[in-house]
């Protein structure tokens, strides 16, 4: 699962959703891995107006990684730094967690994370 | 006959509507529908899911011209997404697929670290099944499609409001066994996609028609919508991925494997489910190469009913269509400014 993925996530449970706490998830025990993929730098331009920025940073952070700025890049920086275009791209498309567990800050469910892949299906209490 | 018939789920899609309707029993009516569905379609792909797998690799053209439509830099999600066909139909966009087969979303990931070669995954996903649940896939340099996968409930999609720029949602909407359930679907892909801001987020939804008079099917106008339709894998052991399977029980040159013969005056073959991993034994046993039978629940949608299912989870039809024995809507949360004067 991809750090990408990640910002767009948040808890599968209903009533978790209104809350402010169930995104983004929070990774626990987590095994990361780097995978080489093909910078599109285009892609990541136009993805970022996608990106909840303040949940990339705690991801970031909560991963392991150095902190990220408070604000994010606008499409002109992006496209004039190379070093900042990779760093990002490594960030969220090279960068996999294979294992561990997410954790809602709402409720507390902890998901699986198994060779790569993330699980949300709910006990049927939950759902 | 040529093929297994579909029987009717009627009677039972009949009781557990009633017991949606029936007053305070909101929840044990859901875990009724849930408990059904987790028999008819959830424990089916799990079990028939590379056999699946390899028999689903063509992109519908409607589905395809709607992910190529899509703008570069694109976020869309792929909900029900098996096998992940559509994942890299468009590598300009970032897709998420998510399923509620955890055997289909390995399959996915294991493809999506390949190289473009559809035809070539699908045979090695086909014949090295231990290789694509292992998880071991993920150093392919190049090629990689920009896309990820997960496993989850469309019922229970785990994405946040207004997260991305569009939903796909293809062969799913289908299974649900209540129209309640149909229709939260698409609630669902409408909460996910972005609205408020041009253009708003579009939701295709694509699903199996009733109206189905060109195929051997037999399905068409005013028939029964709600079915099972059995799914025939042959072989009984785990190994059944590396076999040629037969299609059909008496005649392997012409029953395709979606292709049965309506019977609505038929018995019924008794719906028969895997026990734990494997595939159980089917039911109409006449020696030990039986098929496994599989049923699968269908609710088929007559003309029309899908853009009523639009507009109750609060969505807009953008357009829709008809193609070969599907009906497909492209719907959003908010009319597009130009088409409020029709």
């Given at each position: 699962?991809?750090?990408?993925?990640l910002?767009?996530?948040?808890?599968?449970?209903?009533?978790?959703?209104?809350?402010?706490?169930?995104?983004?998830?929070?990774p626990?025990d987590a095994e990361l891995?780097?995978?080489?993929v093909?910078?599109?730098?285009?892609?990541?331009?136009?993805v970022?107006?996608?990106i909840d920025w303040?949940?990339?940073r705690?991801?970031?952070t909560?991963?392991?990684?150095?902190?990220?700025?408070?604000?994010?890049?606008?499409?002109?920086?992006?496209?004039?730094?190379?070093?900042?275009?990779q760093?990002?791209?490594?960030?969220?498309?090279?960068?996999q967690?294979?294992?561990?567990?997410?954790?809602?800050?709402?409720?507390?469910?902890?998901?699986?994370?198994?060779?790569?892949?993330a699980?949300?299906?709910?006990?049927?209490?939950?759902? | 006959?040529?093929?297994?018939p579909?029987?009717?789920?009627a009677?039972?899609?009949?009781?557990?509507?009633?017991?949606?309707?029936?007053?305070?029993?909101?929840a044990?009516?859901e875990?009724?529908?849930?408990?059904?569905?987790?028999?008819?379609?959830?424990?089916?792909?799990?079990?028939?899911?590379p056999?699946?797998s390899a028999?689903r690799?063509k992109?519908?053209?409607?589905?395809?011209?709607?992910?190529?439509a899509q703008?570069?830099?694109?976020?869309?999600?792929?909900?029900?997404?098996g096998?992940?066909?559509?994942l890299?139909?468009?590598?300009?966009?970032?897709?998420?697929?998510s399923d509620r087969?955890?055997?289909?979303?390995?399959?996915a990931?294991s493809?999506?670290?390949?190289?473009?070669?559809p035809?070539?995954?699908?045979?090695?996903t086909?014949?090295?099944?231990a290789?694509?649940?292992s998880g071991?896939?993920?150093?392919?340099?190049?090629?990689?499609?920009?896309?990820?996968?997960l496993?989850?409930?469309?019922?229970s999609?785990?994405?946040?409001d207004?997260?991305?720029?569009f939903?796909?949602c293809?062969?799913?909407?289908?299974?649900l066994?209540?129209?309640?359930?149909?229709q939260?679907?698409i609630?669902q892909l409408?909460?996910?996609?972005?609205?408020?801001?041009?253009?708003?987020?579009?939701?295709?939804?694509?699903?199996?028609?009733?109206?189905?008079?060109?195929?051997?099917?037999?399905w068409?106008e005013?028939?029964?919508?709600?079915?099972?339709?059995?799914?025939?894998?042959?072989?009984?052991?785990?190994?059944?991925q590396?076999?040629?399977?037969r299609?059909?029980?008496d005649?392997?040159?012409t029953?395709?494997?979606?292709?049965?013969?309506?019977n609505?005056?038929?018995?019924?073959?008794?719906?028969?489910?895997?026990a734990?991993?494997?595939?159980?034994?089917?039911?109409?046993?006449?020696?030990?190469?039986d098929?496994v039978?599989?049923?699968?629940?269908?609710?088929?949608y007559r003309?029309g009913?899908?853009e009523?299912?639009?507009?109750?989870?609060?969505?807009?039809?953008?357009?829709?269509g008809?193609?070969r024995?599907?009906?497909?809507t492209?719907a959003?949360?908010?009319?597009?400014?130009s088409?409020s004067?029709?």
């Amino acid at each position: 699962m991809k750090v990408l993925t990640l910002n767009f996530l948040t808890c599968a449970v209903k009533t978790c959703k209104a809350s402010n706490d169930s995104f983004p998830l929070h990774p626990k025990d987590a095994e990361l891995a780097k995978d080489g993929v093909e910078i599109n730098p285009q892609l990541l331009v136009n993805v970022l107006p996608r990106i909840d920025w303040t949940a990339l940073r705690t991801t970031s952070t909560e991963l392991g990684f150095p902190a990220l700025p408070e604000q994010p890049p606008t499409a002109e920086d992006l496209t004039s730094d190379e070093k900042m275009l990779q760093e990002l791209h490594t960030l969220l498309l090279e960068t996999q967690m294979l294992e561990g567990k997410l954790v809602c800050g709402h409720c507390g469910h902890e998901y699986a994370v198994r060779e790569g892949i993330a699980n949300f299906l709910l006990p049927s209490h939950l759902v | 006959m040529t093929s297994l018939p579909s029987s009717s789920a009627a009677p039972a899609v009949a009781k557990l509507a009633a017991a949606a309707a029936a007053p305070g029993h909101d929840a044990q009516a859901e875990v009724e529908a849930e408990a059904y569905e987790r028999t008819h379609v959830h424990g089916v792909y799990e079990a028939i899911a590379p056999h699946f797998s390899a028999t689903r690799h063509k992109p519908w053209p409607a589905v395809a011209s709607f992910l190529q439509a899509q703008h570069p830099g694109s976020v869309g999600l792929d909900v029900g997404c098996g096998n992940g066909k559509y994942l890299r139909e468009n590598p300009a966009v970032f897709m998420l697929g998510s399923d509620r087969s955890a055997a289909l979303v390995a399959l996915a990931r294991s493809r999506l670290g390949r190289s473009e070669e559809p035809d070539a995954a699908v045979a090695a996903t086909t014949t090295t099944n231990a290789a694509a649940g292992s998880g071991v896939e993920f150093s392919h340099e190049s090629g990689a499609a920009i896309s990820d996968v997960l496993v989850a409930d469309g019922l229970s999609l785990p994405f946040r409001d207004r997260a991305v720029d569009f939903a796909i949602c293809v062969a799913v909407v289908h299974h649900l066994s209540t129209r309640a359930r149909r229709q939260e679907a698409i609630r669902q892909l409408l909460r996910c996609v972005k609205t408020g801001e041009a253009p708003s987020g579009q939701v295709l939804v694509y699903v199996w028609a009733l109206e189905q008079g060109n195929s051997r099917r037999g399905w068409d106008e005013g028939g029964e919508q709600d079915l099972l339709v059995p799914w025939v894998l042959k072989s009984t052991s785990q190994t059944q991925q590396s076999r040629t399977l037969r299609r059909g029980l008496d005649n392997p040159t012409t029953a395709k494997q979606d292709a049965v013969v309506a019977n609505k005056s038929g018995e019924p073959p008794a719906p028969t489910m895997p026990a734990g991993d494997g595939p159980a034994a089917g039911t109409g046993g006449v020696g030990h190469t039986d098929p496994v039978v599989f049923q699968r629940y269908y609710h088929l949608y007559r003309k029309g009913e899908l853009e009523e299912d639009v507009l109750a989870a609060g969505g807009v039809v953008i357009t829709s269509g008809y193609e070969r024995d599907n009906w497909w809507t492209v719907a959003a949360n908010e009319a597009p400014p130009s088409q409020s004067e029709k």
